[in-house]
């Protein structure tokens, strides 16, 4: 299995990669960025025998020539390189709902779109045309194109939300993109698939981050039962790490011991205690959803974390005597070291109660070789 996906370092790309991670092992996963689109050799190359191309690459922040002429040619370079290439591939791409605007941007996705699909009737081969809404999730760009990354940005920065009191948004998770992207390729789906988001009001979008961050941020977990509210403080999370960790515990002590607050939450969830040898390492796994905290009540470790295709670890040394808490952000792989001579003892707090049918923990180790 050979899957290729261009604008791979883009912010639907880079959620390309993680699922393909889960979903496809063993698969040789082309990252093509912008540099193959201005190297014909490069491109067809990374191209040819691909059984699936996710064309995510677009140019959504230009002139308004740039808009409409680039994402055709981008669609005409692909188009040329794929019949180079002899290839059969599923050919996949990330249109937009602005296509049926007559505006720029949206003659440019359109146009796109008709060259794709007048290559995929020429050849036989199968194609997708996934018209998109707002997109949002985990790592994306603020000032941007997407207000809510730009919230997040705003929130985490103390700054004013800057809000379009009359504004609408239609919010798709980016993993709820690509649980439609490998449904189309397994089934061999073709045409246009139009996926339905969240409808919502940018205020009220403001107002839900809002309250997730002053929760989140006044020490209290908040009610995360909402699917939305979950995908929303997530995203946010990823905003927050690594800056706001770890967290210090306020460590009451008086003639007859201590004690400090763990977790505070608005719905429960699990914990569990771990007791860990010196010298050993537990984790080197990640999660898409997972709200997982780690916190050491005894002993001496070290909690590293590392977003994934990224190379830089961020490493936090923790002890027992000074109890910190770190929570691991989505889509970050990550794992706890004891590095002290004693046994260490670790409190570990998660949103959901551990499934082993869907337990959302898969394995990637946080230390690169290289």
Known sequence: MKIAITGAHGFLGWHARCRLLVEYPDAE?????????????????????????LHFAGINRADDKALEDGNQALADTLVKALQAAGSRAHVIYANSVQCERDIPYGRGKQ?????????????????????????????????????VFTFCQQLVDGKELQVNPDGRLELLHAQQVMDLALDAFRAGRTGTLRPSGTDISVPAVAERLTRLYQSYTGGIIPDLRDSLDLQLFNMLRTFLFPAHYPVALELKTDERGSLFESVKTDHGGQAFLSTTHPGITRGNHYHFHKVERFLVIRGNAVIRIRRLFSDQVHEFHVSGDEPVYVDMPPLHTHNIENTGTEELMTLFWSHEIFDPQAPDTYFQPVETQG
């Open 29 to 53: 996963v082309v990252a093509l960025g912008r540099d193959a689109f201005f190297s014909a050799k490069a491109l067809q190359q990374g191209l040819s025998g691909a059984d699936l191309v």
């Open 111 to 147: 146009g796109a779109h008709r060259i794709l699909l007048a290559h995929a009737d020429d050849t036989g081969t199968a194609y997708s045309n996934l018209v998109l809404p707002h997109l949002f999730g985990e790592c994306g760009k603020p000032n941007y194109n997407a207000a």
